[in-house]
């Protein structure tokens, strides 16, 4: 029977705590689609790997990562949510791909040109390889909508052109995904810089709100946040980025709009407003980082059934793509 639900792939590499921003801006959405949709949720630690880890605190990462998805509401029952390193095919069909891929689109990747600048004399060739990674990620499931942010459009579309011209060679082999960007999507800043985005791999921890951060350091760095000296509660993105980020958060988690804050805090100083930010934040993230931490203590033996089951349905789910592909390439038949 053909399936009625459109599916869903997307993923956060294990390169940094996870934050504020990556729970507002990504999973929360996440959350959302998950009954409307067939989702699948990964921990792409393969990807993590272009940049060097320390190998414990990579399996930390992906590990909390996990914990954290499930307690802000990813529910393993609704969603494949597995660990990417766990499945194979993700590497089989990348390599694939790569076949199909040519170096000059994969130069032209916006990221990957940041990259080059940033980081010249330390380029492996994962780097450059890893839109081709993202793209085996996406078509090995027959994705039709992948969420990503607008830094990720790029890499959603080279997959597309990827899946068009390998079907040009074989047929209709792959399924033609697209970037999916949620219009509700909080796009969260830096709490010291309020012109960038708030990242799991900022240098500077006082600008990144994360998810495991106790309540105290979450009162101190909104304390600290970033605002300047007009003093009124307004949105006003251009003038008061500051203020404009805090009032995106407490908008995003409490569901009220500029309107209704302004008016909450209108006559209010800063000095009221961002630890009435610091509190809603805090209680946001008090039952994912409180579910996390049990899941990596007592409930240890649960999370590791649960990402297990996970790595096993998505192998069920990328076989027959994967077999689609390695018949019309024209592999013998296992
Ligand atoms: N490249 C994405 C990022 O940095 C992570 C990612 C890897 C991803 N594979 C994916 C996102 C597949 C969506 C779908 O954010």
Not at 103 to 117: F, P, V, W
Not at 164 to 177: A, C, E, I, Q, S
Not at 294 to 301: I, N, P, Q, V
Request: net charge neutral; aromatic share 8%; charged share 30%.
């Amino acid at each position: 029977m053909e399936n009625a639900k459109k599916r869903i792939f997307s993923g956060i590499k294990p390169t940094g705590d996870l934050t504020l921003g990556s729970y507002l801006g990504a999973i929360k959405n996440w959350v959302g689609f998950q009954d409307e949709y067939e989702c699948l949720y990964c921990i792409v630690d393969l990807h993590a790997i272009t940049i060097r880890n320390d190998p414990e605190t990579l399996r930390r990462r992906a590990r909390e990562q996990l914990a954290q998805y499930i307690t802000a509401g990813l529910d393993p029952k609704k969603s494949v949510i597995y660990l990417q390193s766990h499945v194979s095919a993700h590497a089989e069909l990348g390599w694939i791909l790569g076949c199909y891929s040519m170096i000059g689109e994969l130069n032209r990747m916006t990221q990957y040109k940041e990259m080059q600048k940033k980081q010249a004399n330390n380029l492996n060739s994962g780097i450059f390889t890893y839109p081709v990674l993202m793209a085996a990620d996406i078509l090995l499931f027959d994705t039709e909508l992948v969420p990503v942010g607008e830094d990720q459009k790029q890499h959603v579309e080279l997959a597309r052109n990827i899946a068009v011209r390998f079907n040009g060679v074989y047929g209709d082999v792959f399924k033609l995904p697209e970037p999916f960007v949620p219009k509700v999507g909080a796009r969260i800043k830096s709490l010291t810089d309020p012109t960038a985005k708030m990242s799991k791999s900022d240098d500077d921890p006082q600008g990144s709100v994360y998810i495991m951060d106790s309540p105290d350091a979450i009162m101190k760095k909104f304390k600290r946040a970033k605002t300047d000296s007009l003093g009124v509660v307004r949105f006003d993105p251009e003038n008061q980025p500051g203020i404009a980020n805090l009032m995106t958060i407490y908008s995003a988690v409490t569901g009220r709009s500029y309107d209704e804050i302004e008016r909450e805090f209108d006559g209010k100083g800063y000095g009221v407003f961002k630890p009435a930010v610091a509190e809603v934040v805090t209680d946001v993230l008090r039952p994912i980082r409180e579910g996390a931490e049990h899941y990596l203590s007592d409930g240890a033996d649960e999370l590791e059934r649960i990402y297990r089951e996970g790595a096993e349905r998505a192998r069920d789910l990328s076989e027959p793509v994967l077999n689609r592909v390695r018949r019309v390439i024209g592999f013998v038949e296992r």
